[in-house]
């Protein structure tokens, strides 16, 4: 065993005269232990969260959705989905177009997003997911239905289940110059109540989801479509497959996937991680203080044992490092300590959902997701907090002048 590690380790079980070193290397330890516990529950929580968002979004967002660069409508033919389908990855393939239009029913009115899409949608999403009223249906025989955003159908006062009237859409007409009748100026159709769906205010006073071909229809577009949206194979590396994408297609066209999609909501929950890991940092820094003081006590108390080593033959390197590998024991036995805690505890919130929420909630209980490069981090952060606090007073005491200056 390294003579240096193994005085260290003695000199930390081994009883002081002075109890108070004892006490501050206890106190040390729990301070660690306690914050580096705080740090494993409160960053994986964090995690658990994003990870709840990103299913929540992955019901209507797909995993890639590619538009063109300067245009609102493009073609998008077989060739070009082909060319798509060919990328390592790549699932399945959906069209769809999404443009504002008024919707009425009886006297009540909003402004909202029409979203037409194909048969692929539902496959390259989770929106079953989210229908809390009726069932994702966007065409009955020849009549064309839709799927309400949960504010929307409590604007017009939709019930799907008690419905008679048609609901009227209305877009104006593109390429057609302004009449003096306002019914020449707008394409109108109808649609009647499928469904309602809920995941958050941004998508449900926004989005009525209807086919593809109404879509067309209403917004005077053609065989031509505002997206293609891209399903990948599960377990696929989808930044790896956006990058393919983006070589395959070229210049004219922007590749976003689901994060990027929802940027200002994901970067926002990545800040709020970090600035939590900073705040917790900063209390740790605070609790290794104590560090400093215990070893300062601890020099001051073993100056005769140092003196004696040195008339051994010791050297000044051997001196710090024992000191200093006291400092590294209460650190990493404090680390170790905090690591099970905070592991333990996120286990067993795992295993029997200790806090839970009420029914209103999207989730019965709080998410927990455990990642390896959180512990990685703290781990880092933890040593190298515990490194500096020791290495202070260990520089200082352990100089010659300071052991042989009161003989």
Known sequence: MNLSFYISRRYLVSKKSNNAINIISWISIIAIAFTTAALVIILSAMNGLTGVVADLYNAIEP?????PHTSKFFKADDALLNKIKSVEGVDLVSRSIFDNALIKCNDKMAIVTIKGVDDNFKAITHFDSIITDGVFKLKHNENFMGVFGRGIAGQLQINVNDFVEPI???????GVEESLNPD????QKYISPAGIFELNDDFNFKYVIVDIALARALFDCGDEVTAIEVGCIKGANIDKVQKQLTEVLGKDYTLKNRYQLNDVLFKTLESEKLWTFIILAFILIIATFNIIGALTMLIIEKKKDIKTLYYMGANTKLMRNIFMGE???ITFIGASIGLVIGLG????????HLVKFDDQ??????????QLNDFVWIIALIMLIGFFAALYPVRVFTKTDFVHGND
Do not use: H
């Open 361 to 370: 909630y999207v989730i019965p209980y709080y998410p927990i997701d455990l």
């Open 327 to 329: 400092g590294f024991l």
């Open 168 to 174: 009227s859409i209305y877009s104006p007409k593109r």
């Open 345 to 352: 505890v996120c286990l067993l919130q795992l295993k029997y």
């Open 63 to 67: 995993d890639i959705r590619i538009m």
């Open 184 to 187: 020449d100026n707008f394409n």
